[in-house]
């Protein structure tokens, strides 16, 4: 059973900056993408970044601010977000595809607060 294991969120002032980690007990290399979503209070879940072998993509929102990476040795992805905004506040879920089935694995969660 794959995990996906979300840390790094917290309470963060306006224009602060946070990093999450996503670390997945299976050989990153067994995932096609790579994503960070997040999800607001009444508001549906939204890709925020999405990062493959070859290439990044992020939502018009975050770009600029945001930067999605991973550490193969360590199966780990990141999210590093500067810049932050009130409006950046939510639950932040990793997701994972898989290669071979397609399936989709997502984390826990981790709730990022931007306030003064």
């Known amino acids: 059973q794959v995990q996906l ?21 299976a050989n990153i290399f067994s995932f096609s993408t ?25 939502a018009d929102s975050v770009k600029g601010r945001f930067t999605i990476f991973r550490d193969n040795a360590k199966n780990t992805m990141y999210l590093q977000m500067n810049s932050l905004k009130p409006e950046d506040t939510a639950v932040y879920y990793c997701n994972a595809v898989g290669t071979l089935y397609r399936i989709n694995y997502w984390g826990q969660g981790t709730q990022v607060t931007v306030s003064s």
């Open 5 to 25: 294991v979300e840390s790094g969120g917290g309470l963060v002032q306006p224009g602060g900056s946070l990093r999450l980690s996503c670390a997945t007990s």
């Open 34 to 58: 790579l994503a960070w979503y997040r999800q607001a209070p009444g508001q549906q879940r939204e890709l925020v970044a999405i990062i493959s072998t070859s290439s990044t993509n992020y």
